[in-house]
């Protein structure tokens, strides 16, 4: 069963930067959406960020400005740069991956901690 391996998140100060990393432990064909989802204690689950292979990309209205996502189609890696981080932002972030035929895939979490 492939998994998604994600990296790169922590404790850092409201106003740095973190940047994620996700990348499959194997193979996976034929991916069309790669994103960024996030949960903070007591909250639902919401989409931060997805881009498609065509490289269309959505973000929530709230990391606009300050969140950038991208991808790396050789290595079927994607990116989350965050920058100016708040406190709201702290959660759980997970890395999400679907084909061209619907198959879903989910990272294990990575936390994401923003205080002083």
């Known amino acids: 069963q492939v998994q998604l391996v994600e990296s790169g998140g922590g404790l850092v100060q409201p106003g740095g930067s973190l940047r994620l990393s996700c990348v499959p432990s194997?193979?996976?064909?034929?991916?069309?959406?790669m994103g960024w989802y996030r949960q903070a204690p007591g909250k639902q689950r919401e989409l931060v960020a997805t881009i498609n292979s065509g490289g269309n990309r959505i973000y929530v209205d709230s990391v606009k400005g300050r969140f950038t996502i991208s991808r790396d189609n050789a290595k079927n890696t994607v990116y989350l740069q965050m920058n100016n981080l708040k406190p709201e932002d702290t959660a759980v972030y997970y890395c999400?991956?679907?084909?061209?035929?619907?198959?879903?895939?989910w990272g294990q979490g990575t936390q994401v901690t923003v205080s002083s």
């Open positions: 194997g193979n996976i064909f034929r991916i069309n959406v």
């Open positions: 999400y991956v679907r084909t061209v035929i619907a198959s879903i895939y």
